[in-house]
């Protein structure tokens, strides 16, 4: 249990300077490529919790589909991307006392909400196959069609973001 402590510890503090990096970077794709390193460090946390079905859909989902939409969306718009001037708000102090609002909300509903509740002692856990397998069986069509959606997306920001 002391190697599984050490390896959350590691891992929620790489979480952390990540995290800090995406709102302190002034760089938009290095804002999102510090975002990988966070969804990443979730995915190792599932990991260590022994949960790999979640674990691999956090990197195929997260990691692999929304961010390369974000970067995606990011170099194909003609917005200023980089060390430019005049990119952040002036208020951006405001966010501080409203995250630190939103931290103590937080932190009272999980100290109130954990009680002294037990997992079931003889809960067997269910294989990734089985899940994978309730998952993706009726829901494959729906899946592709999604994917087809999000390609024609794709293409159409390329079009529509292509100098003439």
Do not use: C
Not at 87 to 92: E, Y
């Amino acid at each position: 249990m002391v190697a599984q402590n050490v390896g959350f510890a590691v891992i929620a503090l790489v979480m952390l300077v990540g995290a800090l990096r995406v709102v302190t970077s002034r760089n938009v794709v290095h804002a999102a490529l510090w975002l990988v390193v966070v969804l990443s460090g979730a995915a190792a946390q599932y990991v260590l919790l022994a949960a790999e079905f979640v674990a691999v859909t956090q990197v195929l989902v997260y990691v692999g589909a929304v961010m390369v939409l974000i970067l995606f969306g990011t170099m194909l718009t003609r917005s200023r991307i980089g060390t430019e001037g005049g990119l952040n708000n002036p208020r951006w102090w405001l966010g501080i006392p409203v995250a630190g609002l939103l931290m103590a909300a937080m932190s009272i509903a999980l100290v109130g909400g954990i009680g002294d509740e037990k997992m079931p002692a003889g809960a067997e856990p269910v294989p990734t196959a089985v899940v994978s397998d309730q998952i993706f069986g009726p829901y494959l069509l729906p899946f592709w069609a999604l994917s087809f959606v999000l390609l024609a997306a794709v293409v159409g920001a390329i079009v529509l973001a292509r100098k003439d």
